[in-house]
């Protein structure tokens, strides 16, 4: 009896194409592509490839914003590759805050696990939905929108955000207007803000143009 | 033989829900989900729900920005309901702005049908991708991104940007900012904004809190 | 200048159904489709919408298997509808465990909050991938894969698992065999398993046929 | 031990929204949205929603092109709601003929199971791929293209196309130019046919303007 | 005039890049993503590609379950890389059984060409939808689900599963359990089996640890 | 406190496969996908990638048809790889027609210009949806159904397409019929035309077979 079964055991498996697609671990020397990267080959994945330790350790929060974001996107977590998932690590001190920042490419699913967060976002109908979370409350930031966390209590927080995308990309509004290479006149002509702020803004985050 | 088509006609015609999915245009007494609105019944449909006129006008830029923008989304055009498609017409005069904006659910691609507009974004790396364009000249805006367009010459400009969602959202970040009721003093501790440069503003823009 | 821009700004903000779309907070007493619930209105949305308490409480694991799974899908926390996102709490108490099951309709990421939580799935090609997982370690199971998560140590472990579906399912193997109608002959037949165990479990789980 | 049981259970079957989306049988009486029709109430749904008996009996093909096609979409078929599949029975006589036509909405995949089958598709590329096909063969056709079925050998033949979609549509070239109320002036314009031939194939057809 | 014809062709046809995306003949020899395969050059893609004859000849049944599985997924039949189909072949024989599994990756639409099946899938609700099919009748199961088929008569029974993915992955519970290096202890501690039942399968199907 | 933004920003910055997702400009050289083309190398990536220019002359219409349609797909501009947008613009001289055709992979939203022009597209159901469109006026052409664009007035017209897919194909009726080696036996047999007509037609389009 068991030749026959070991022959239609044999048969099953050796369908390896089509059980590839139960996962796609990122090959990060490949090129990536609209889908994400392409998959490395099957039977060199372990157990590691599924897990990440690297959201183990508190974040460096001594910083200007007394706060740290640590990502695990598909580039450092090469498991989330084509799962339409990823994580990050939130950090925020006592008086810290975690700037307002948009995800261009995923909504995200906050969970706080120690401390007190304020968290907000603010619509295309400009409304402000903001709300004070406790440890294993959980909010949710649609895709695109500002929002921001920022401590709520004068103890350390700590918060995983989880996004619907491995690649979910994070535009930091200071960082895009005052550390990129965004002209002020250009910036104070579409934001109206003082050329003179602008300037000074640059100067500490080390914007250029 | 006639008799023999008209049944087969007949028949085939008769798979009309099936059909229907050629297309959903969108009844919008209806309560839209996630994926849009209900379909508007097949046999009240006509040439009129696939076709849009409200771009044809030119928007009235006598306003702050010296620009306007006016939008062809599934709310006002239903026939896009489904299709993954929208559009909006820019008017641009000379010194006019649209200001630094993102759609939080749509990329954006731009054709510039009259004048020069220059026109930009900002990456998640905050690199500026920046280029004046010429009539006839196209510019895509991944989704998410701030971005922004200016008129370039001495006269007025006009542009039609296309979306890739039927709902693509608009938010703009002045609005988000000083025409809502964000609170100043989370405004200045999530952006580094002077808050006397935040009530300025917000007097202007009308925004509380 | 400032009646230009209230012009302006009601004009935007007129767009009132395309900014629907930043998010779909369901409507739990419309039908649900393909893809999620009907929205509610936004003009009734309010920030506690997008924030769910549910999770922060522990879970009973005073039960046959020593641990709770506390949803947070979209009939628990309408906010996530159309985001492609849901959570659960997983409580594990000391030799507790989560039973083999899958997620018919959505990846898993699971970020361990407390304790040491030993998990592992089973892939197409039948690979067993496990690990044991310490405080904010994280691991992912690819969707509709038999995985589980067992207490690894002598304290209560803590976990959030997140998913890639505001409506993931849950189908735990031994409640689809054991505590369904799931007639025993044709068990036995489907799975090669004993009729008196399966009577046995039947027994236990409350299964008939 | 069994109290405790149950009370997981229920508590676990009380995540009855979360289920739901397991599957979503058509309800037709409810608008359909982009997306498909709304889900019926899963307590009503049983074994027979999820089964199709229409396409066990032959098509009538004792008409001009000796052939049927009978569908198995949505409309016909509530399970398949939601799925991303569908089905139509091809019975084509000795001589019989699918005329050339598209399926706007979806792929499809061919499977011969009675007599021999000469199947082809045009691509955008004017290509044609053409082949005929024996009882178990296959053949797949990609979204849109226009493509054809006629009966290859002196026997009746029989085949089964599934589609990845359940509404793909069924544009018949013929019946789209000479059953429908297109004027002859725009058809021979547009396709540089002979206005006598349209005018005749009208006449058999159905056809006006 | 033919130049002109031609000149216009040919512009047409240049847009070579564009047309490939009509279909995507799957490159084995290339690294697969996400999204599937790479394409095969167009230039070398045949009718062949997008024919598939293995499913023609029946499986091999003199095995343990009587029956067998034969797929046409990318990895048999690269012509449906990209196109949300794919096909096995079932045979049955009399009192031969496809024992309990799942594909994790796709919906499945099963077609009874032969004899008689009796064919059921398990919700998360733990409810089983269970039905006895005759030639031509179709049956769904949805994505994920823990699903069988049987013999229901007492000839040979055949029948065709059309999944909704290229990839949909297949999950024998078994061979998941039994035919895997998922250890012993660990199996009934997240399965409650007996270990000694564990085992005795464990030595048919070739398991380990 | 200069250097401890910096430190952030340079944490930030290193995220950079995350950030590559932002967008996808397609590396031609490449193979590409089911998704679309692998993505060019951020670093290398300019504003130029984002902008096309082809658009911007008109295309040459002293031709048979009187008319040209000028692409912009992936092919032409890789910067719409992976964003489901792409356009093409249309030169329609006075008496010229874009002829039959479908796009394969697309909903399409044309935008007049300059002049007038008629279009109609043909629904499953064989109605004709027809309408003539001013400047500035939209009208939308659901994917994969035949449609057309003719000269409504004495002078010429312009009209952008924009398509909602980076690769929607184009199958021009006519061509797909009689400048293929589609033979004439299977045309006359698939769509009913005169085998002369098909011949004469054969002769000014280059077919063959």
Known sequence: ??????????????????????????DLKGSDGPAGYPCKTPATVTSDDFVFAGLSAPGNITNIIGAAVTPAFVGQFPGVNGLGLSAARLDIGPGGVIPLHTHPGANELLIVTQGHITAGFISSASTVYIKTLKKGELMVFP???????????????????????????????????????????????????????????????????
């Open 1 to 26: 009896m068991l030749p026959h079964i070991v022959f239609l055991f044999s048969l099953l498996l050796s369908t390896s194409h089509a059980a590839v697609q139960d996962f796609c671990v990122a």
């Open 143 to 209: 895709q695109g929108l500002l929002h921001f966390q920022v401590a709520a209590g004068k103890t350390k927080a700590i918060g995983f955000a989880i996004f619907s995308s491995a690649s979910p990309g994070l535009q930091i509004l200071d960082f895009a207007l005052f550390a990129s290479n965004f002209s002020t006149p250009l910036i104070t002509k579409t934001t109206f803000l003082d050329p003179a702020l602008v300037k000074k803004l640059k100067g500490v985050l080390g914007g250029s143009g």
